[in-house]
Antibody, heavy 118, light 110 residues
């Protein structure tokens, strides 16, 4: 069965970096694009962008350029989200989500809570 | 500010039907049949309920249905059950080749 398993919660200080992993199993990793979605505490879902798992080419949504980097390691079917120069407002749950039919997100990771606090 | 507009909350009694709207523009909801709906229970990851406006993934109850008219998409839940109480989000592909979410709707089952 399809599974996306993300890395555990992180507590970081402002200015630090964090790398969140999303390990896929149960399907051919390079056959489906991977997206990243942010959910701040008590807030809605926010699309961050996606990465083409065939070419490694990332596309970032407005507001997620510069400090956010999507990457892959296809040898272990894993997608990564790295955030640098962390700010308090980056505190959120970050989800990876596979793109299925019609640009829908058919499978989601369990989410990774990133807390930025001094 | 979300790209798509949803009511903040809706409510209904068990057995009743409710509808959640998702209003966009001709550049997103109105221009493509790529509208999806997600259910999210507290502390859980979202779950796909409807894709391509009106299609249900395998395993999703047929009490959930989707439709679209012009720039507004709708999710209808019939025969409300206590387990349907959750947050619901719509999503649409856009003419900028991006994806947008609605602000979310909290469904309360009275």
């Amino acid at each position: 069965q399809v599974q996306l398993v993300q890395s555990g919660s992180e507590l970081k200080k402002p200015g630090a970096s964090v790398k969140v992993s999303c390990k896929a199993s149960g399907y051919t990793f390079t056959s489906y694009a991977m997206n990243w979605v942010r959910q701040a505490p008590g807030q809605g879902l926010e699309w961050m962008g996606w990465i083409n798992t065939n070419t490694g080419n990332p596309t970032y949504a407005q507001g997620f350029t510069g400090r956010f980097v999507f990457s892959l390691d296809t040898s272990v079917s894993t997608a990564y989200l790295q955030i640098s120069s962390l700010k308090a407002e980056d505190t959120a749950v970050y989800y990876c989500a596979r793109v299925g039919v019609g640009r829908s997100f058919d499978y989601w990771g369990q989410g990774t809570l990133v807390t930025v606090s001094s | 500010q979300s790209a798509l507009t949803q009511p903040a909350s809706v409510s209904g009694s068990p057995g009743q039907s409710i509808t959640i709207s998702c209003t966009g523009t001709s550049s997103d909801v109105g221009g493509y049949n790529y509208v999806s709906w997600y259910q999210q229970h507290p502390g859980k990851a979202p779950k796909l309920m409807i894709y391509d406006v009106s299609n249900r993934p395998s395993g999703v109850s047929n009490r959930f249905s989707g439709s679209k008219s012009g720039n507004t998409a709708s999710l209808t839940i019939s025969g409300l059950q206590a387990e349907d109480e959750a947050d619901y989000y719509c999503s649409s592909y856009t003419s900028s080749s991006t994806l947008g979410f609605g602000g979310g709707t909290k469904l309360t089952v009275l």
